[in-house]
């Protein structure tokens, strides 16, 4: 089937290569900037405290979670299903294997189906909050709503081509593969771009901070 | 100030466009924890005080001018600039509604330090002609006068007088070469001139050398409040130039919240290069004398009584244990509040709010934050550490006629200094 020959050989080419160049210019774009020297004398050093914030704000300040419990969990739950999807499920492994010749253990794929379902609800759960959340329907645009489709998309495709829910097998397979290049297109032109620079935010965060003698 | 324009306003955000800035806005999801966060939003609950939103000008320009993808949008006419209307509709959100209390940096999940882009928004607003009066005109008066409530030094002279002739105590003004020169703010000098007898009476007992300088005794900065480097600087420098003729080793800073910001963390850059002297904060300076047994108290406050921290002295300060430390050599009876520390809950007049008439039917609204935090204590007096925080909070129970006694920390441990004949 040409789709699916396409999606994975040109298609899939095209899709990492602006991925990858597009991560290089994002985050260039941002060190580049750099900041300027300091002269206020420090109470605390940078890096350790940098370090460290970007280490813990991983979890919720507390007040934070009794107010937002379900941004928070909500959250936890479609990030790490998501992950545990893309990178425990041994057909991704393969594939990844076959690329750049790196392999790890998978687990159970009927274990992995089940993080997906829930990943899935998890996602529509967060698409309904910010559709309804005062705060979050008030602050979103169209780029919100956009990097929740290609976010879904292939949890969704993925869903749907593992139970064959779809005839014929390849079509579903292609579309799933394509779903997946969306959403690296897109990546760099997006507050996805998070998923790298949340680093460099929480360095400046804690290392601004730890200057002035305060943990954050 | 030379004539505000659009131009010059996005001259100063692109002046104010930085790394840290760029990780920042490269970040934001759009979770919304800022929000609850922010005593302007819990206590309102309208989503346009979410502390991320009111970057959005400055946001704007870094998405346009900063990113690949922006520039193409604005290319292909897709993006909305930034104008003068703009900047008109968020000079409010910016200004009246957020005091740069840092709380929304301490939760957010991407990290963001979003008081500290607000802070550098600012210089944008203010280039662009957008601040309120009310704080134009204290910087106004800050530059022409030296103090943003228009006190000069002849006010000063008298109650240095007053407090002389009523105490005995002598009031050092320009002494070289002494170890400390103190600064006050303007609310020091008029509304609580207390603080300058504390200083006296703990410093001939403490045996600490110091003086006030007659040319630069104001501590407070009204251009950090604005967002103006240039107003900033014009007032940083007079208290290094004066500093530097006295010769002294050290510059205190007073019970001021954003007056330790401006000196001891904003200044050095700038006037571009570190000082010639250390800046500490009188709480500091209070727990170094009692760490090394120079500050001697007695007796006991058996009151049941909190503590207020002031956000840019605790949180963006790092003043963290002095306050308690100092506390618990004078209260029996202290508790702290929920939330305390650097996670405490601003007073709702900090950044500039409190000199901005426009912002004080929303100032009082978003007390009722440290109304439920006090009320959950019944405390019977709530002492703090900065003249803002403290003019504030009174006027807050006023208006909520909560009878608390508010009460600065300085003073407390004056009182209870060893040979005093008031315990």
Known sequence: MDFLLWVRGPGFDIALVVFLIGILIRLLEVLILGRKPDYSEPRGAELGAGLRTVLTRTLPEQGSFKRSPFTVVGGYVWHIGFFITLFLFVPHIELINATIGLSWPGIASNLIDAVAAVTIVALLAMLFNRLSHPVKQFLSGPEDYLTWLVTFLPMLTGYLAYHRMIDPYPLVLGLHILSVELLMVVFPFTKLMHAFTFIIARWYNGAMAGRRGVQS | ?423
Request: glycine content about 8%; proline content about 5%; aromatic content about 8%.
């Open chain 2, 1 to 423: 100030m030379s004539e505000a324009t659009i131009e010059r306003g996005l001259n100063a955000f692109r002046e104010q466009m930085n790394a840290p800035i760029a990780s920042f806005f490269s970040s934001c999801v759009n979770c919304g924890m800022c929000a609850e966060a922010c005593l302007f939003y819990t206590e309102t609950g309208d989503p346009k005080y979410t502390p991320i939103n009111k970057l959005e000008p400055f946001r704007r320009v870094w998405e346009q001018e900063y990113t690949l993808w922006g520039k193409l949008k604005s290319l292909l006419g897709m993006s909305k600039p930034v104008t003068d209307e703009l900047l008109e509709e968020w000079e409010p959100l910016v200004y009246d509604a957020c005091t740069l209390c840092g709380r929304c940096s301490m939760v957010c999940p991407v990290g963001n330090d979003i008081s500290y882009m607000i802070r550098r928004a600012r210089e944008g607003f203010v280039a662009a002609g957008y601040a309120p009066e009310g704080i134009k005109g204290a910087s106004r008066r800050a530059i022409t006068i030296g103090s943003p409530m228009g006190v000069k030094y002849p006010a000063l002279a008298a109650q240095i007088k007053h407090i002389e002739a009523d105490t005995g105590l002598t009031i050092p003004v320009d002494v070289e070469g002494v170890d400390y020169m103190a600064l006050l703010s303007s609310m020091e000098i008029m509304n609580f001139p207390e603080y300058m007898e504390a200083l006296a009476r703990i410093f001939k007992q403490a045996g600490v050398t110091w003086t006030i300088s007659s040319e630069a005794f104001e501590a407070t900065n009204s251009g950090i409040q604005i967002g103006s480097s240039d107003i900033a600087r014009e007032l940083v420098n007079r208290v290094v130039v004066a500093a530097d003729k006295l010769k002294v080793k050290y510059v205190i800073s007073p019970e001021c919240g954003h007056a330790y910001t401006a000196i001891r963390w904003e200044g050095p850059n700038l006037i571009g290069r570190p000082y010639n002297f250390k800046v500490v904060h009188i709480l500091e300076l209070l727990d170094e004398l009692r760490a090394s047994g120079r500050l001697k108290t007695e007796g006991m406050e058996d009151d049941r009584l909190t503590f207020h921290d002031p956000c840019q002295i605790v949180r963006k300060g790092g003043v963290l244990e002095p306050p308690r430390n100092l506390l618990n050599m004078v209260a029996s009876n202290f508790v702290d509040m929920q939330d305390p520390r650097e996670m405490n809950w601003c007073c709702g007049g900090g950044g500039g709010v409190s000199a901005n008439e426009r912002a004080e039917e929303l100032r009082i609204k978003v007390f009722k934050r440290k109304k439920s935090q006090l009320d959950d204590l019944n405390v019977d007096t709530l002492v703090t550490a900065c003249a803002n925080c403290r003019l504030i909070i009174e006027e807050g129970l006023e208006e909520y006629r909560m009878e608390i006694p508010v009460v600065g920390l300085t003073e407390m441990i004056a009182e209870h200094l060893v040979d005093e004949k008031s315990e």
